[in-house]
């Protein structure tokens, strides 16, 4: 069935420092793909999203590229701040699975000054 | 504002209370879902529903109840909490097309003695 995979966490980095979360999805054919932040206490909010192969989505300074031949939606920043410092989580949406949408579990990050 | 309400926001009760917790969004969303969330687990699916009178179980529907009744309402039941059900709960609602992401609600932490 379809799954995403992400990294595991928790990360920590110092302020400007580069960020890569890595996520990997498994489901045939083209589902949507989403990164979601959840930052402390609060409920998970969108972060970007992409729908089709080679599309990039960015917000904020994300950013996120579909990539259909290696099933991936890394997220990246190139420059991390402290109020980066939550928890994302990617997830994935498929027609094929009545628009059913799966989380991976999640990988929390903090950014030290 | 476009939103997604629950209530209530915390509770702590006993085992074997039956309890329900509440959500409701305002964006006339055909898709509604519940999941918990739980350290090193990620975000797990109880329930969903992809409209009024069809709902479907997620991952992890032992020991909940849910109803939709009305397009704007999808309350979560526990007939016979346990301290298992200790966690953290979120609803979520979206427009069903594969483009759309999902809207969450600010969540609610319920602990079970």
């Known amino acids: 069935g379809d799954s995403v995979t992400q990294m595991e966490g928790p990360v920590t980095l110092s302020e400007e420092a580069f960020l890569t979360i890595n996520c990997t999805y498994t489901?045939?054919?083209?589902?949507?793909l989403f990164w979601y932040v959840q930052y402390p206490g609060e409920g998970l909010q969108l972060l970007l999203k992409a729908t089709k192969a080679d599309d990039k989505g960015s917000n904020k300074g994300f950013e996120a590229t579909y990539r259909k031949e290696t099933t991936s939606f890394h997220l990246e920043k190139g420059s991390v701040q402290v109020s980066d410092s939550a928890v994302y989580f990617c997830a994935l949406r498929h027609t094929n699975t009545g628009n059913q949408f799966y989380f991976g579990t999640g990988t929390s990050l903090t950014v030290i000054p | 504002e476009a939103q997604v309400t629950q209530n209530p926001r915390y509770l702590i009760t006993v085992t074997g209370k039956k309890l329900t917790v509440t959500c409701s969004q305002n964006m006339n969303h055909e898709y509604m879902s519940w999941y918990r969330q739980d350290p090193g687990l990620g975000l797990r699916q109880i329930y969903y529903s992809m409209n009024v009178e069809v709902t479907d179980k997620g991952d992890v529907p032992e020991g909940y109840k849910v109803s939709r009744k009305e397009k704007r309402n999808f309350p979560l039941i526990l007939e016979s909490p346990s301290p298992n059900q200790t966690s953290l709960y979120f609803c979520?609602?979206?427009?069903?097309?594969?483009?759309?992401?999902?809207?969450f609600g600010p969540g609610t932490r319920l602990t079970v003695l």
């Open positions: 489901a045939t054919g083209y589902p949507s």
């Open positions: 979520a609602s979206s427009s069903p097309g594969l483009l759309n992401e999902q809207f």
